[in-house]
Nanobody
Framework: QVQLVESGGGLVQAGGSLRLSCSAS????????MGWYRQAPGKQRELVAT???????NYADSVKGRFTISRDNAKNTVYLQMNSLKPEDTAVYYC?????????????WGQGTQVTVSS
């Protein structure tokens, strides 16, 4: 059973920075992708950034140039460095791990960590 544990959320002023971390444990396929999604009150969950096991990245347009996703494969950990934060970045941020199990793509989610950006 894969488990994801997030850390690093909190309260920050606009223009500030935060770094989120997510560590995965359990049996994980070598073919996988890790990423971050967020959900603001009253809105649907949306993709923030993803990174494949080979290092390829994908970002939402709203965070390009401000957020950087990275991973340490040896530690099964993904990071999200968030700079120049805006009030509209306020949301619960969820870690996601998708992996290929036999022929199925299976996704796992963390419990979420709150990020609040004050104006």
């Amino acid at each position: 059973q894969v488990q994801l544990v997030e850390s690093g959320g909190g309260l920050v002023q606009a223009g500030g920075s935060l770094r989120l971390s997510c560590s995965a444990s359990g049996s994980i396929s070598k073919i996988n992708a890790m990423g971050w999604y967020r959900q603001a009150p009253g809105k649907q969950r949306e993709l923030v950034a993803t990174i494949g096991s080979g290092g390829n990245t994908n970002y939402a347009d709203s965070v390009k140039g401000r957020f950087t996703i990275s991973r340490d494969n040896a530690k099964n950990t993904v990071y999200l460095q968030m700079n120049s934060l805006k009030p509209e970045d306020t949301a619960v941020y969820y870690c996601n791990l998708g992996e290929l199990e036999n022929v199925r793509w299976v996704e796992h989610w963390g419990q979420g960590t709150q990020v609040t950006v004050s104006s």
